[in-house]
């Protein structure tokens, strides 16, 4: 038998080491915070914001093609995306209780945890074949990204919804399609609100797929089948560039495109938080375990 | 009197016949997106085709991608994604399984949702800013102190031989280690805490200590779900593109050294994408189906594993 003060030790070094874990972990995301934000914020100015990418040396290059590229391409992959996505979740939260549902519900969390360079793949051979490398292929690639992500938190929370919210509007005789969209969607608009931002915080900050279909465009380009710049894109080529006035916007473009993405997890945060104050802690752990995604 | 009693019924038919339209047409968009997909796959083997009959079984076994005599191979891209996610697993996971634990069993309750949040955000951080802070911020520390010191004591081994640049497999293996974290312990802590308070108490009421009672009563539960966590990780590294792009080094050659660049099939199809055409493009778009099966498996066995646990993979993961 060991003596009460050894494992007492070891405790407390089992403690530390565990603790020591998440210091390490927490050490990449601080320093990538500091680094983006110091080589980032002298890069940008105002003409950094509004001008296009210019070539090295030009001291009037800019990022604005890229932030209304990156607006769009989300955009338009949300129009494609949000109604599929809230669609197929409606499907398997209200009527999903079979077969069909559970393949769809596994299809999209297989899907969901798909590597993005292959969805772009897809895109490519379905779109960009015919018509190029584009803007409406690029959304199109983000869109399938978005729909498992956006179906997936539309079924938790419609899930959330209480039975006797349903029964209650079927008792008035209230058909039930048009329970669900009146009642129970209302209901739970807060949780697709989440849901959809998630998803574009998601692939706001998506390269790969984006590299294989909309390319990438130094000019400023609207045009749905053209090639059109976003703010990840310019972020690979001119770090992945060998001159030092170029990688100095790609850290000026990370900040605005991390500045973006992690506001959009921080609001996401707040709304998750403030519906449920109220509730018990139980309750509040359980749902923010299921449909959150947490640590 | 009677046109109510009629404008009633015809509600009521009009609602019967709406029901299974609603029902159905939402069946139809969810079974659509499956089709989608399954024909883009069939799609994509088929662009694949002039490859795959071109090189048949070679294809996987030779280590030559020569695009001037137009012979292409993805052996060594499968042995880069197989060393880089190797890393990144042995790493990662043993980090992701301290931090569950913390999280799950040892913190106390105030400090728990402030620190899962911010590994959360780690998940949040887009792809292609973590190969930025790698290329300019992780590179220089790994090629002054960290390669050079591995290098002095296991310079012995095939694994670090060579001098480190800085752009590696160590590198990218690094920083993939980095962004599995999230995923592995948010999983890991969700079978953690799956686990019934009875087996804590248990072990508790026996006078075991809070590191005994993990240990014992908890990490053996949990088991399972962790190892399913864990091939969600890999499930990740394997497909990780712009991050391993950018830290890699991009050349196209087998090598034990972890201290020398070499390239995986994701970022070997970033980074030739631009000037692939004819044969090429089909050998990049064959390497993408091999991706594409190596990843379905991955994620379809780690799903199995960690059933309903699966919900709490983050998915503001940053471009993979």
Redesign the interface.
């Known amino acids: 038998m060991r003596s009460y003060k050894a ?2 030790f ?2 407390q070094l ?2 530390l ?6 210091l ?3 050490i ?2 601080v ?2 915070l500091i ?2 934000i110091v ?1 980032g914020l002298p890069a940008i100015d105002w003409n950094f914001l509004t001008n296009r990418t210019m070539s090295s040396g030009n001291p009037e290059s800019g990022i604005g093609n890229a932030i209304v590229g990156s607006v769009l391409l989300v955009g338009w992959a949300c129009l494609i995306g949000l109604p ?1 996505g809230i ?2 979740g ?3 939260s ?2 999903g209780n079979n077969w ?1 549902g559970n ?2 519900r ?2 999209n ?10 969805v772009g ?2 895109a490519y ?2 779109l960009v ?1 015919v018509v190029g490398f584009s803007l409406i292929s690029g959304a199109f690639a983000l869109a ?1 990204i978005m ?1 498992p ?1 956006v ?2 938190t539309t079924e ?1 929370a419609l899930k959330m919804v209480p039975n006797s919210l349903r029964e209650a509007s079927l008792a008035l005789g209230v ?4 329970t ?1 969209i009146k009642v129970i969607i209302s209901n739970g608009r807060a949780g697709l609100v989440t849901g959809a931002l ?2 574009i ?2 692939i ?6 984006l ?2 279909t909309s390319f990438g465009n130094p000019f400023w380009s609207t045009g749905l089948f053209n090639p059109v710049a976003a703010l ?1 894109l310019t ?2 080529r001119n ?2 560039s060998p001159y030092a006035d170029l ?1 100095q916007q ?2 000026g473009a ?1 900040l605005v ?2 500045v973006m ?2 506001s959009l ?1 921080v609001i996401v ?1 707040l709304l998750t938080r403030s519906r449920f104050k109220n509730r018990t802690k139980a309750v509040n752990r359980k749902w923010l ?3 959150r ?3 | 009197m009677a046109s109510e009693k009629g404008s009633k019924q015809s509600a009521l038919v009009r ?2 016949a ?2 299974p ?3 159905y ?3 139809s ?6 089709a989608l ?1 399954g ?3 069939l ?2 083997i ?2 694949a085709w002039h490859s795959i009959t071109y090189f048949e079984g070679r294809f996987l076994t030779s280590a030559v991608w020569n695009p001037r005599e137009d012979v292409y191979s993805a052996l060594p891209f499968i042995f880069g994604t197989l060393t880089t996610s190797a890393i990144a697993i042995l790493i990662g996971v ?6 569950a ?3 799950s069993e ?2 106390p309750p105030w400090i728990r949702e402030p ?19 790698a ?3 992780l590179r220089p520390v790994l090629m002054n102190d960290v390669e050079p010191f591995l290098q002095s004591i296991l310079g012995w081994t095939p694994f670090f031989q060579g001098t480190g640049f800085g752009i590696d497999k160590l590198a990218a293996g690094i920083i993939l280690a ?1 962004m599995i ?3 592995v ?2 999983v890991s ?2 079978s953690l ?1 799956a686990v019934p308070d009875s087996q804590r108490e248990a072990a508790l009421s026996l006078g075991a ?4 009672t ?1 240990r014992m009563a908890v990490l053996t539960y949990a088991r399972s779900g962790m190892f399913g966590a864990a091939i ?1 990780g890999l ?2 590294a ?5 991050a391993v792009t ?1 830290t890699i080094g991009n050349a196209n050659m087998i090598s034990w050294s972890l201290l020398d660049p070499g390239q995986t099939m ?1 970022s070997v ?2 980074n030739n ?1 631009q000037e692939a055409e004819g044969l090429m493009l089909s050998a990049l ?1 064959e390497i ?1 189906v091999v ?2 099966f190596v ?2 498996i991955v ?2 066995i ?2 199995l594993m960690v059933g309903k646990v ?11």
Not at chain 1, 17 to 22: D, I, Q, S
Not at chain 1, 204 to 209: L, N, Q, V, W
Not at chain 2, 209 to 212: A, M, S
């Open positions: 494992r007492k070891k405790n089992a403690s080491l565990a603790f020591g874990c998440v390490l972990a927490l990449p995301l320093s990538i680094e983006v080589r599929l669609l197929t409606i499907y398997v209200e009527y069909i393949s769809m596994f299809f969390d297989v899907l969901a945890s798909f590597p993005s360079i292959v793949l897809f051979s379905l074949t399938i729909i992500i179906a997936n938790e058909p039930r399609w048009r669900v998630l998803s915080a998601r706001a900050g998506e390269t790969a797929p590299l294989l990840p972020i690979f770090a992945m990688q790609a850290w990370a495109l991390i993405v992690l997890n945060r375990a299921k449909s995604p947490s640590v | 609602s019967s709406a029901d339209l609603f029902h047409f939402t069946m968009i969810g079974l659509a997106v499956i997909l024909y883009m796959v799609k994509l088929g662009d043993p980090l992701s399984i301290g931090i634990i913390y999280l040892l913190a620190l899962s949040f911010l590994v959360e955000l780690l998940a949040a951080v887009p792809s292609v800013i973590y190969g930025l802070w290329m300019y911020a980095v974290i999230p995923t312990a948010s802590k969700e805490m200590t809070r590191y005994e993990t969600l499930g990740r394997v497909g990780e593109t712009m950018m994701a199809i970033a994408w778009i993408g991706l594409f990843a379905l994620n379809v780690a799903r699966l919900k709490a993979v983050p998915m503001t993961g940053g471009g993979l």
